[in-house]
């Protein structure tokens, strides 16, 4: 069983300071990897792609994605009440999966003023 | 460049009644997804087109699920009869095909059975 797993939180973080968030994966073929942020009643926004050994950075967006030890990070620098949601963490299987996305459970951030 | 369109937002029903939602991809976008999503846990595929085949249904309660996306664009999706437990968000998703895969979400639209 191909698996995503994330810590359910929620995650307590004060304005201003750098939220961290993780994701391990079990399937050791999966090329992509994505970050998406869901507000309460809303559906997912795709925030960050991730798919090479590394750091790939949008805005105070950082995505951090280390295949060896099959672990994918978000990191949301200067946080803003704003980012309060749940943050989902999606990777597609291996080959032969039809690329589709096995998602983790989310975990809920807070952001406190 | 429109996002993918669902209706209707909500909707209310009985068990054992029927119900449909409607999904319009992204123009030019080749895959279309149906996802399930229950409170607290991630989106659960139900079904993967492609144009208009479909690529995987295996977790498609089929007893009581239909989809189709005849001309390879829009694509419905019916529940015959509905359980209590089909109460959830049902999400549809869009992506261009291979293997990038970003996919991108309708508002969806939030079923509650009585």
């Known amino acids: 069983q191909k698996e995503v797993e994330q810590n359910s939180g929620p995650l307590s973080v004060p304005e201003g300071a750098i939220a961290s968030l993780n994701c391990t994966y079990s399937?050791?073929?999966?090329?992509?990897f994505f970050w998406y942020r869901q507000y309460s009643g809303k559906s997912p926004e795709l925030i960050m792609s991730?798919?090479s050994n590394g750091d790939k950075e949008d805005g105070r967006f950082t995505a951090q994605l280390n295949k060896a030890s099959q672990y994918v990070s978000l990191l949301i620098r200067d946080s803003q009440p704003s980012d309060s949601a749940t943050y989902l963490c999606?990777?597609?299987?291996?080959?032969?999966?039809?690329?589709?996305?096995?998602w983790g459970a989310g975990t809920k951030l807070i952001i406190k003023p | 460049e429109a996002g993918v369109a669902q209706s209707p937002r909500y909707k209310i029903i009985e068990k054992r009644q029927s119900v449909a939602f409607w999904c319009n991809p992204i123009?030019?976008?080749?895959?279309l997804y149906w996802y399930q999503q229950i409170l607290g846990q991630g989106p659960k595929l139900l079904i993967q087109?492609?144009?208009?085949?479909?690529?995987?249904d295996s977790q498609l309660p089929k007893d009581r699920f239909s989809a189709e996306r005849l001309k390879g664009v829009d694509s419905t999706l019916k529940i015959q009869p509905a359980k209590l437990e089909d109460s959830a968000v049902y999400l549809c998703?869009?992506?261009?095909?291979?293997?990038?895969?970003?996919?991108?979400f309708g508002p969806g639209t939030r079923l509650t059975v009585l």
């Open positions: 998703a869009s992506s261009v095909q291979g293997l990038l895969n970003e996919q991108f």
């Open positions: 123009s030019g976008h080749a895959t």
């Open positions: 087109f492609q144009n208009n085949g479909v690529v995987d």
């Open positions: 399937d050791r073929g999966s090329q992509s």
């Open positions: 991730i798919y």
């Open positions: 999606a990777v597609t299987g291996s080959a032969g999966s039809n690329y589709q996305l096995i």
